[in-house]
Structure formats: C-alpha cells, structure tokens
Nanobody, 126 residues
Framework: QVQLVESGGGLVQAGGSLRLSCAASGRTVKYYAMGWFRQAPGLEREFVAAISWSGNPKFNTDSVKGRFTISRDNAKNTVYLQMNSLKPEDTAVYYC???????????????????WGPGTQVTVSS
C-alpha cells in the first residue's frame, strides 16, 4: 500500500512557473512508473505526463507542447512536475498516480495506475 500526496500548487500569473511534488510513503515507488493527470471543472481527467520506472518520460504533447518536465528522485521517493510558461488553460486540479505493476513503462492510460493522490489546485490567471 502506497500513499501519495501532491504539493506545490497555487495561484500564478500567465507565463509563470510552478513545480509540483508528489511524495510517496508506505513503500518505495522506485520500481513503478509514475504519472500526472489533471481535471478542470466540467471536463474529464486528462493525461499530462508520466515517467517509467527507469526514468523515460512521456508527455501529452497536444496540451503541454514542451513546456513541462517530469522527473523523479528515488532517494526521496518523490516525483516532480516542472511547469513553465503556464497558460490559463492549465488551470486544474493536478493528480499524481503510481502504476499498478513493477518495472512499468510510462503510460497515458489511467487504468494502468492503481494509487492516486488527493490532488493539488493550480490556478493560472490572465
């Protein structure tokens, strides 16, 4: 059993940056792919980025377009989402997730993830 808690959200101006953190506890996630998803009011949950157990990233290029970076620090049992050049359409609750299987690849499919954090709010003003 793993618990995930996101932090680092807040209110920023368009063009600004935020770094979200996802701290895992209960067990190590070093052998599991990790993902970031987001959900805006009235919309379905959207894939943002993921990173394989070995550190290979995957991005939603339609929405992110090179602005975001995902990374992990296994010594801290933590994954990060660096968000630059933020736009008002990035406003959403951002969720961190851990994959169901060990040695997993980066996936954009929510069903591949078995543990989810409670989310952190990101608001980008224009």
């Amino acid at each position: 059993q793993v618990q995930l808690v996101e932090s680092g959200g807040g209110l920023v101006q368009a063009g600004g940056s935020l770094r979200l953190s996802c701290a895992a506890s209960g067990r190590t996630v070093k052998y599991y792919a990790m993902g970031w998803f987001r959900q805006a009011p009235g919309l379905e949950r959207e894939f943002v980025a993921a990173i394989s157990w070995s550190g290979n990233p995957k991005f939603n290029t339609d929405s992110v377009k090179g602005r975001f970076t995902i990374s992990r620090d296994n010594a801290k049992n933590t994954v990060y989402l660096q968000m630059n050049s933020l736009k008002p359409e990035d406003t959403a609750v951002y969720y961190c997730a851990a994959a169901r299987s060990q040695f997993s690849s980066a996936s954009s499919e929510p069903s591949d993830f078995g543990s989810w954090g409670p989310g952190t709010q990101v608001t980008v003003s224009s």
